[in-house]
């Protein structure tokens, strides 16, 4: 899996930080989206994705890869 954000699309939520802190951060100073591993684990796609599907700015593209 291969993960991209889009930051001029993030609205700051922090759903995602949320459901997926290992993957996911937060600006200090905007709460605009920080990405720390833009190729997780298997063992966290299944919280990665559930991520980007509540993302309300659907600031979070996913492909699948392998």
């Given at each position: 899996?291969?993960?991209?954000?889009?930051?001029?699309?993030?609205?700051?939520?922090?759903?995602?930080?949320?459901?997926?802190?290992?993957?996911?951060?937060?600006?200090?100073?905007?709460?605009?989206?920080?990405?720390?591993?833009?190729?997780p684990a298997?063992?966290?796609?299944?919280?990665?994705?559930?991520?980007?599907?509540?993302?309300?700015?659907?600031?979070?593209?996913?492909?699948?890869?392998?």
């Amino acid at each position: 899996m291969k993960v991209t954000v889009d930051e001029v699309k993030c609205c700051g939520a922090g759903q995602c930080v949320l459901i997926a802190p290992e993957v996911f951060d937060q600006r200090e100073d905007d709460g605009i989206v920080l990405l720390l591993d833009a190729e997780p684990a298997e063992g966290l796609h299944a919280a990665v994705r559930e991520a980007a599907a509540v993302c309300p700015a659907a600031a979070i593209e996913l492909s699948e890869t392998g």
